[in-house]
């Protein structure tokens, strides 16, 4: 019986350690969820080329004259493989050369001096054939010098080289007249007279210089004075001497006091300097009489030789270049009507002094439909929306027919020019809406300039800023 007695505390043993086992096998167990994963990879291929440019047909012109018209075909090509919606405007830039309203160098009384510092050669053909050359004292500042050779009409017409067939010589025909009226102190000149000429030798007032003699400023009787009125030889007339000449022309300009026309130059003792000529109702290089004092004999008789002038505010011809940008042009639009085209006309100074350029339009309408093109805004912010979209491959009709150079531009508006027309454009693409029609909501958005998009050309907002620009534009979009 002890025996079985101890077989059972055995087995109440092993149970307790199996039953041990198992709690340490049960706290140390992992439990899995059931899980599932799946991909799946759609992929979608683009291969576009995109570009819109301008097209167009158009020469310069090497003169361009005032009321001359210049054929200028310009509309908008679709270069690439995307259907487009287009807006274009114009802008322009002028570079002018032209003479300042006011002169920085002034004579007035007896006394004339000036430094320009040193003279340089122009490359623009246009300007040094005006006599033009650019001060190296400010870099911008231009002087006009007289020719003082004879010049051939192959100048003016290109095929005349016999220099003695109505050739010129600038110099000479600003001393035309035969009488010097004026020089300013410390000048000195001499000439050759065709006839016996009286005035000489200072110690002998009755002696008569024999013709074709030369003659000396210094050897005139009585000693050559200053702003006194002389009769010379035009023809030979030669400054040797700095400082400014005036001359006074064998021009009647009526019965009143100042019956004469006056020119003149400032002679550095190379280079002759032109004057101002402030006045566009007498000859090439007068002086406006207002800018002279005048005084005649001691009769007041206007049909004797004046005893002197004196310069009151003559001025020495100076021009300077000018870059206005597209900021400083005023613009204005003038919509079509039924006997003219539209036109863009771009405007720098005014009066007499004004540049303008007319660049004519075609194609404009108010309807938005078609092959045409709606202007939006006004002056330099006229946009142009094209109605339709701009296929792969084709061109919208044309927006630029012409451009004229006002013949209003006066000659005074400029000695030479040049104008830079920029056509610009913006586009954006046509879009497909989720069942593949074309829509131009992209174009709507884009082109207001939402959420940073495409810059707008004009205001966002039109008809008093209830609606964006664009708003106004019914685009044709192919289904």
């Known amino acids: ?25 049960v706290a140390g167990a992992t439990f899995a969820w059931f899980t599932s994963k799946d991909e799946v990879t759609n992929r979608l291929s683009a291969s576009a080329n995109y570009g819109t ?10 003169d361009w004259l005032p009321g001359q018209e210049i054929n200028k ?11 487009a919606f287009v807006r274009a405007w114009i802008e322009g830039e002028m570079n002018i050369v032209k003479q300042k309203a006011t002169s920085a160098t002034t004579f007035t009384g007896n006394d004339a001096s000036f430094s320009t510092g040193s003279l340089v050669d122009v490359a623009d053909a246009s300007l040094s054939d005006a006599g033009l050359k650019k001060s190296t004292a400010d870099g911008k500042t231009y002087y006009k010098l007289l020719h ?29 007249g035969g009488w010097l009226a004026f020089a300013s102190t410390g000048a000195a000149f001499n000439f050759t007279p065709e006839q016996a000429y009286p005035y000489v030798n200072a110690s002998d007032e009755n002696a008569v210089g024999a013709a074709g003699t030369a003659i000396a400023s210094s050897s005139i009787k009585n000693t050559w004075t200053a702003g006194a009125g002389l009769a010379i030889d035009s023809d030979t007339f030669v400054p040797t001497a700095a400082g400014l000449y005036i001359f006074r022309r064998n021009v009647d300009l009526g019965a009143s006091a100042n019956v004469y026309e006056y020119s003149g130059y400032y002679f550095d003792g190379t280079n002759y300097y032109a004057l101002k000529n402030t006045s566009n109702t007498n000859s090439d290089y007068t002086i406006d009489t207002s800018k002279l004092t005048i005084t005649y004999d001691e009769n007041g008789v206007t049909t004797t030789p004046v005893v002197s ?10 021009a300077e270049r000018t870059v206005v940008e597209n900021a400083g042009l005023n613009w204005t639009y003038t919509p079509p009507t039924a006997d003219a085209q539209g036109k863009l006309t771009a405007t720098y100074g005014t009066s007499a002094d ?22 939006l805004g006004t002056g330099a ?33 400029y000695i030479a020019f040049d104008f830079d027309l ?58």
């Open 1 to 25: 019986m002890k025996t079985m007695k101890n077989s059972k505390k055995n087995e109440t043993r092993v149970l307790i350690a199996s039953l041990s086992i198992a709690a340490v096998a």
């Open 53 to 62: 440019e301008w097209a167009e047909d158009f020469t310069p012109p090497e």
């Open 73 to 83: 075909d310009a509309g908008i090509v679709n270069t690439g493989n995307v259907d």
């Open 148 to 176: 003082t050779t004879e010049r051939a009409n192959d100048a003016i017409n290109g095929s005349d080289t016999n220099v003695d067939d109505n050739t010129y010589d600038e110099v000479k025909a600003v001393q035309a």
């Open 309 to 318: 002038v004196v310069p009151d505010g003559v001025e020495l011809y100076e």
């Open 354 to 375: 004004a540049i303008s350029i007319d660049v004519a339009l075609s194609n404009i309408v108010t309807d938005h439909q078609g092959e045409t093109w709606t202007a």
């Open 381 to 413: 912010n006229t946009t142009f929306y094209y109605n339709n979209d701009l296929e792969a491959g084709d061109t919208t009709s044309k927006l630029v027919d012409s451009v004229t150079l006002s013949s209003a531009t006066k000659k005074d508006a």
């Open 422 to 479: 920029n056509l610009k454009l913006e586009s954006v693409q046509v879009s497909l809406d989720s069942t593949g029609n074309e829509t131009v909501d992209s174009a709507k958005a884009d082109f207001a300039g939402a959420s940073g998009n495409a810059p707008t050309k004009i205001s966002n907002a039109v008809n008093g800023g209830s609606a964006p620009e664009v708003d106004d534009i019914t685009w044709t979009a192919a289904t």
